[in-house]
């Protein structure tokens, strides 16, 4: 246990239902180790798993304990352990069984005499979302979510929140028949980031970047989220899913959101999700024709990585020889507002591409270049802020500088910030900061209802015109490459390319450093 710089979260139990799943056993309990471990537990704390397999709590301790010898990003350590293992118990059953909650009811009571927790507790659905309303309706029905003695009930849970524009209202429904808003913190993993809740940082708490931050000084700007990861086991989920609804109105839109938002008046849970909010309701409707000029699809085939055969995404498990299902998305975007008035925004994601990079790059406008025009320099290079999210964890600024000689030609050279290099972080999951929040209340880290409502109906035109044109327009790219090259066509049509990710095709082989050095003069 290391000192703390931040108070302990209240006295609370924390419930999970679905503690035997993946989600339990490699994020949410390391996260809640390395809580304990910079002491921001309090002492007061129980947590009570839930699950259908028959186990005593005896055994349940023993699974955890394994699990996270497994999956702990460092040493466990023995007194550590035991202070969480002596604070948990085990509850069997079905999620859909009222007597469970019965039992839970119960339990509950037991718990809270025996470590004095009070009245607080937060039930976290680490389960299949067919799952999340059934709960929900239980734990109404079984009064184990009302506030009414004073003390909170929260309720988290996870992607996908819903799968279209529908689904995600009736879930919201569903969810505010039994819950209010503030109880309800619904997570994306990729605010649990620290380069993500970064950016907000690096836009209001500095003086200079701010008053460039709008159409008169910012060209566009690109988001990539991109991995070389396949589909791997995850066929059955990924064909219903598809690139876009498994990463663009979440993941792509939380780092939009954050580059786009205007100040919030202060750093109030609801004062900055209205900021991000606004900002998805001012992005340009896509008309079905938008949609096909504007939104690239390819889906991976056969290709290699890192010197490694990779088989098409057709021949993964639980996938249809004849799949439409999309594991690439490129798309341009623009957001009707005073500030971003005229400036694109390039989003694009994928799977088994060239390289794992997480990153958001503002492209500045150019100088004139009238000032250079009797030197060799043809072109200036532009000015890129590149916003390092992962792996790399920092931030780069690239400018043109005069190469040294008799002659004027000129580099493109960068001025970079390391996270490493300026603070030593203990390695953590992501979820420790999103399980404290929650336990001390602090909702800007999640989503609500409405962000949810207004990413869906962002990205609900382009499904609409996908399931009418089936597989045509599905473009195919190797395994390996940086996806299809109509993707780079987007950009092309306007005068611009994306930041290079590497890959086996053409041009876009290239490295970086020789992209640079051609663009010297
Ligand atoms: C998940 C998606 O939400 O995010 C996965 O379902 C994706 O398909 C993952 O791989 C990416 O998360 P990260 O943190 O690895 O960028």
New binding site residues.
Partial sequence: MTPRTQPAAPPCILVIFGVAGDLTRRLLLPALYNLRRANLLPEDFALIGVARSDKDDATFRDDLGDSLREFSLGEVVASDWDWLAERMSYLQGEFDDPTVYERLTQRLAKVREEHHTGGNCLFYLATPPQAFPKIVRRLGDADLVKEDDGRWRRVIIE?PFGTDLRSAQALNLELLSVLAEHQIYRID?YLGKETVQNIMVFRFANGIFEPLWNRNHIDHVQIT?A?T?GVERRGKFYEETGALR??VPN?LFQLLTFIAMEPPTCFAADAVRAEKCKVLDAIHDFGSQDVRQNVVRGQYDAGALGGTAVGPYRKASNVAPDSTTETYVALKLMIDNWRWAGVPFYLRTGKALARRR?EVVIQFKQAPAALFRDTPVERLTANDLILHI?PEEGVTLRFGAKIPGPSVRMGSVEMKFDYRDYFKAAPNTGYETLIYDCMTGDATLFKRADCIEAGWRVVQPVLDAWSEDGVAGLLIYPAGSAGPGEADALLARDGRRWRILGGSDGNRVASERSNISAESG
Avoid: C, F, I, P
Wanted: aromatic letters at 0%; proline letters at 0%.
């Fill in positions: 992607k993993h989220v991995e990861v498994d990463m993941h997480t992962q």
